[in-house]
């Protein structure tokens, strides 16, 4: 059975930081593509950072500067770094594997919120 659990979410005032989690089980993680999303009141699901097995990355524009993505194979994790955080980043942010043509395997999302 497929895992994904994230951690780490929570509030913070604009300009402070936040580092996401996610704990992968049932899959054999170093093989995977993993992200990222995010998914606000009222707007689509986004991409917001990925990693390949290679550990190359790209980010949303939004957040290049601010985000950082990372991975730890041995222990089958992966990490959201973010600084500076703007009341726009406020979302529900998901961890994902990447399966191809079948779709991602999701996490269950963790909520973010960036207020004063």
């Known amino acids: 059975q497929v895992q994904l659990v994230e951690s780490g979410g929570g509030l913070v005032q604009p300009g402070g930081s936040l580092r996401l989690s996610c704990v992968a089980s049932?899959?054999?993680?170093?093989?995977?593509?993993m992200g990222w999303y995010r998914q606000a009141p009222g707007k689509q699901r986004e991409l917001v950072a990925r990693?390949?097995?290679?550990?190359?990355?790209n980010y949303a524009d939004s957040v290049k500067g601010r985000f950082t993505i990372s991975r730890d194979n041995a222990n089958r994790m992966l990490y959201l770094q973010m600084n500076t955080l703007k009341p726009e980043d406020t979302a529900v942010y998901y961890c994902?594997?990447?399966?191809?043509?079948?779709?991602?395997?999701w996490g269950q999302g963790t909520q973010v919120t960036v207020s004063s």
């Open positions: 994902s594997a990447d399966r191809g043509p079948s779709g991602p395997y």
């Open positions: 990693i390949t097995r290679t550990g190359s990355t």
């Open positions: 049932g899959i054999t993680f170093s093989i995977y593509n």
